[in-house]
């Protein structure tokens, strides 16, 4: 692979971010949010799922 090719990887998906606003945390939406990705990602023939999953910087009092 060579130039822009050598980034592209049929059938690879990265999943960068989901954003759950503060009064909704905590109540498992996350799961849900990831659960439907992988569901999709099945449905229109990813092979692969990368997550990167951070954790937000706690709030100061």
Do not use: D, I, N
């Amino acid at each position: 692979m060579s130039g822009s090719s050598a980034l592209y990887l049929e059938g690879v998906w990265s999943v960068t971010c989901f954003v759950v606003r503060k009064g909704f945390r905590r109540q498992g939406l996350m799961y849900e949010l990831a659960a439907a990705t992988v569901e999709y990602g099945r449905q229109v023939g990813a092979h692969v799922l990368e997550g990167y999953p951070t954790e937000p910087p706690r709030e100061r009092p």
